[in-house]
């Protein structure tokens, strides 16, 4: 028989030597550097120590199934930084991969990320431009647990719409972890997969005011004058980061934008930017959640849509959404 049908021939990706012995024939290939996909942390980061820690013990169990914690809360109180901020601390814990995406659950810009399109993006993510990757979903969802289950990976599936959306994104190798940030509590996940949930709330007075100081400490404004931005704030560092930025922008005059913030009727115009970065606008996050809500009352729908048009119902009416510590329990008593 010709000695060419004997031919054992491999393609793929290796991280060290290759040695070619009688008939295996090896093509020479470039390791696939590892992925490490997690945006840049935040400059600034404060408090928050007691769910770092938390997040710390789930990272340490010794387990056989994989690890998952859905930290939730409302718009703009800081789920994203929190779970960038701890993946950055325990890169090392994960020496195989840190997987990111976001799943745009309450993205006015466009539809929810499909979970389908995320997979085989992982999928390209940990097998490099060679891998083939399968047609059928079920195979796909296959071959992602075959790859994870003997590696140390951190996934974070950010700004998730439903359970649905993330299960089938989630590692399942005891030594994975996956944090999910959702403004829902995500019971599925809790009761079904055993996940740990974590609820952020809004920063205390002296970590927000800690929070400002550490963004415009050169510009010396008055510890006073930062525990009113923080209380104006609600503790929201979304809203603190906003604030800090106009501060410290040397055509700010202080007192004028404190006492924009005070007025409730203009909080959310003094809390955005004049760019079109939609991300950093109070107002836009919060209307995002409102159009994600599948039952909105009455009441509620027609003073945020009023709110939004800028016109019509009273003044009394328009106060409830214009202010964002007005808006915040009003979010909160809104199902979903």
Known sequence: MDREQHRNVFIGISSGSIVQARDVHVHNTVAY?????????????????????????????????????????????????????????AREQYPDGQLYVDLRGYDATGDPARWENVLEAFLQALGGPQLVIPASREAQKGLYHSMTSERRVLAILDNAASTDQVRSLIPPGARCLTLVTS??????????????????????????????????????????????????????PLALRIAAEHAANPGTRIERYIQELSDEQSRLDALDFSDDDTSTAVRAIFSWSYRALPHVPAPWSVTCHQHQSGHGGSARRRRRVSSAEGLVPACRRAPG
């Open 33 to 89: 550097p590892t992925p490490y996909q997690l945006p840049p942390d935040q400059a600034a980061f404060v408090g928050r120590s007691e769910h770092l820690e938390q997040l710390d013990d789930l990272a340490s169990r010794n387990q056989e199934t994989a690890r998952t914690a859905v930290i939730t809360g409302q718009p703009g109180v800081g789920k994203t930084a929190l779970a960038v901020h701890w993946g950055h601390r």
């Open 183 to 236: 403004r829902k509590g995500l019971p599925g996940l809790v009761a079904r997969d055993g996940a740990r949930r974590l609820t952020l709330d809004p920063l205390p007075t002296e970590h927000a005011v800690t929070f400002l100081t550490s963004i415009v400490a050169e510009h010396r404004i008055p510890e006073a004058t930062m525990a009113q931005l923080a209380e104006l704030c609600a503790g929201l």
